[in-house]
């Protein structure tokens, strides 16, 4: 009889052991997501890619292609209770490092209808964002096929070629049409119209 009982009392601890060990491992939360910036970047690969990623959502403002620095325009995304938006910036540093910044956050206030500006909410929706945007860049950026691709329809758009030479010194300008432009087409709108780039015309 004492058996007996000795074997249900270790049965009963034992199913007790393994039920609060599973218990646990359902309570345990997952890790939380970390920002890492995205590594093995530069301009002639991230700033193509990026003009892909923001498809027609979201266009390039302004870039800096020899500093390795990129804006986009206004970039949707949900917070608490409300909708919000900002500004892209890519920063690319010297060991080809690329950081995903959001900055200009605005919310759109409902009662009002217009959007103000605001800043970093507590419960961190921006965070999310910039390491979901910088996982989308790290798996572009490992595709080599769609950085080919990328490239091609970056440095022969017309509107990228405009923001450039808006802002940029002789030097980048001459730099730029030796790297990307020379012998190639610009395209105006879609494949079907485009102008040959020749030098000195």
């Known amino acids: 009889m ?20 599973l218990f646990a491992q359902k309570k345990q939360k997952k890790p939380t997501p970390t920002y890492k910036a995205v590594e093995n970047a530069t301009p ?23 500093n390795g620095e990129l804006i986009s325009t206004f970039y949707n995304y949900s917070a608490l209770f409300a909708q919000k938006r900002a500004l892209i910036r890519l ?21 009002l209808g217009a959007w103000l500006s605001a800043s970093a909410s507590i419960f961190g929706p921006e965070e999310l964002e910039r390491i979901k945007i910088a996982d989308l860049f790290r798996n572009a ?21 405009s923001i450039f030479y808006s802002k940029a010194s002789e030097l980048a300008g001459e730099r730029w049409f ?15 119209f485009s102008v040959s780039v020749i030098k000195g015309q």
């Open 44 to 66: 002639e690969t991230a700033f193509p890619i990026a003009k892909v990623l923001f498809g027609n959502t979201i266009s390039i403002a302004s870039f800096d292609f020899f």
């Open 91 to 111: 920063k690319i540093d010297e060991n080809k490092n690329m950081d995903v910044f959001l900055f200009g956050i605005e919310k759109y206030d409902n009662t």
């Open 141 to 161: 950026l490992a595709d080599t096929a769609k950085i080919t691709k990328a490239q091609k329809n970056f440095f022969q758009d017309l509107d990228v070629n």
């Open 2 to 21: 004492r058996r007996c009982y000795l074997f249900y009392l270790v049965f009963f601890l034992v199913g007790l052991f393994l039920a609060s060990n």
């Open 178 to 192: 030796e790297n990307y432009l020379k012998d190639n087409n610009v395209l105006l709108s879609s494949d079907q």
